[in-house]
């Protein structure tokens, strides 16, 4: 199982990002998929999840509003939309996927597959 996320970069605050994570190896419309972030020093951290059949989203307050996660179960591929960007979303951004959730959306220890994240720079 491989999960790739990519579309990271330096934007200026209030700018716009798209992330993208494609997977392969995975069954991807069995599986409950998330975005993590990781600022330097600071632990791992939720930011949204969707369900197979992308009718529940979770986001995490600190960016609802600004942030959508979305998936193409054709194409094996999550998104996120990332909006109104500000120097406290800077953080390296990762997919997770998992199929039982024994905890919750929001817990780390829940997701079975991880990508390898990408850099998200947010310049003020």
């Known amino acids: 199982v491989q999960l790739q996320a990519s579309g990271g970069g330096l934007v200026q605050a209030g700018g716009s990002l798209r992330l993208s994570c494609t997977t392969s190896g995975l069954e991807f419309e069995h599986n409950i998929m998330a975005w993590f972030r990781q600022a330097p020093g600071k632990e791992r951290t939720f930011v949204a999840s969707i369900d197979w059949s992308s009718r529940n989203m979770l986001y995490d307050e600190s960016v609802k509003g600004r942030f959508t996660i979305a998936r193409d179960n054709a194409k094996s591929t999550l998104f996120l939309q990332m909006t109104d960007l500000n120097p406290e979303d800077a953080a390296i951004y990762y997919c997770?996927?998992?199929?039982?959730?024994?905890?919750?959306?929001?817990?780390?220890?829940?997701?079975?597959?991880w990508g390898q994240g990408t850099q998200v720079t947010v310049s003020s």
């Open positions: 997770a996927a998992g199929r039982f959730l024994n905890h919750g959306a929001e817990y780390v220890e829940d997701y079975d597959y």
